[in-house]
């Protein structure tokens, strides 16, 4: 017989699950969903959203690692500070929780 695996063991590998996880959350789907239509800056995102930088920059790292997300292009300021334009990889996202698994089909952006 098989290994059998502890839920969390199985939630780290499951992209789905930490896919379907991100869009749960309020401020990731925020963040995700103001990115389609023109790319931002973590700074602009946090301002708009009344989001904390830090909580930007967090969920703007976890959706980029999920692919969700894409670096558009990189900006340089007056001063010299380089900052990343991030842009949304989806326009839809639709989950479907069905026995055995839930099923996720994203529509590209």
Not at 6 to 26: G, S, W
Not at 64 to 73: A, F, G, H, P, Q
Not at 77 to 95: H, L, P, T
């Amino acid at each position: 017989m098989g290994r059998r695996f502890t839920l969390p063991q199985l939630k780290k590998y499951d992209v789905t699950q930490k896919v379907i996880e991100a869009l749960a959350d309020a401020e990731s789907r925020t963040i995700l969903f103001s990115l389609i239509k023109q790319g931002r800056t973590a700074a602009e995102i946090s301002e708009k959203y009344k989001i904390p930088l830090s909580s930007v920059y967090k969920k703007l790292s976890d959706l980029e690692n999920l692919t969700l997300i894409r670096v558009e292009r990189w900006m340089i300021s007056d001063k010299g500070r380089k900052f990343k334009v991030y842009r949304s990889r989806i326009s839809k996202a639709d989950i479907s929780i069905k026995k055995p698994e839930p099923t996720l089909v994203l529509a590209p952006n």
